[in-house]
């Protein structure tokens, strides 16, 4: 079976990450896709991020009845920064054989890559699903093979009209007192009222 991994601090999750997930689904094929908050995300160490619970419970709302998606913990429960390539590892070790890995990442976040731990073995460990991302050019994957061997020949370009959502906008509207349910599903949009997250920019416990 193929899968799909959808990885991120979804700090709020958002219509986005759905639009991308329902793409990656139907177009390649997948059995699922699994969404895995993580834990303590190691390139987003110079910001605040929202408690586990928090986020953890957003994701869970936001794709429940859609049989296609799925929620792994693997990363919340995990100690210490969030690798992929850890993250991967584990689900090869949970799933066993009979399983394909579909990474799907943005555009700006495959150009990182170089900078990710051990991203050689990720690599050689699953496919790289590259998504369009507003604002940001397709990467150069030939200048990238010199510093992860391989990656030339593992990426798939998914190439959708780019959904200009993100996180940190939501996150500035409601510290603004303005209204975000055309930007996440309503369900989050009343969790996040509920707990009054964001109110002030900054993560609330």
């Known amino acids: 079976m193929n899968i799909g991994i ?4 979804f700090d709020p999750i958002h219509l986005g990450h ?3 997930a329902e793409q990656a689904q139907l177009r390649l094929g997948l059995g699922r896709v699994i969404f895995i908050p993580a834990g303590e995300p190691w390139l987003k160490s110079d910001r605040h991020i929202t408690p586990a619970r928090h986020r953890v419970e957003m994701v869970r709302l936001a794709i429940a009845g859609r049989s296609h998606f799925e929620l792994s913990t693997i990363e919340v429960e995990r ?3 969030s690798y992929s390539v850890d993250t991967v590892a584990a689900l090869h070790g949970q799933l066993g054989a009979g399983y394909s890995f579909f990474f799907l990442l943005g ?3 495959l150009a990182e890559l170089p900078r990710w731990k051990e991203p050689e073995r990720l690599v050689r460990m699953c496919r790289l699903v590259a998504i369009t991302r507003a604002g940001f050019s397709r990467p150069d994957l030939q200048a990238m093979e010199a510093l992860v061997p391989g990656v030339t020949g593992n990426v798939l ?3 959708i009209p780019p959904v200009d959502i993100s996180s940190s906008e939501i996150r500035s509207r409601v510290a603004r007192g303005l209204p975000i349910r055309d930007l996440v599903p309503p369900e989050v949009a009343d969790y996040i009222e509920e ?3 964001y109110r002030d ?3 609330q416990d």
């Open 18 to 20: 759905l639009v991308i």
């Open 107 to 109: 555009w700006d976040s």
């Open 157 to 159: 370009w998914l190439d």
């Open 79 to 81: 100690p210490g920064p």
């Open 6 to 9: 959808l990885g991120g601090t």
């Open 195 to 197: 707990h009054q997250l």
């Open 201 to 203: 920019a900054a993560p």
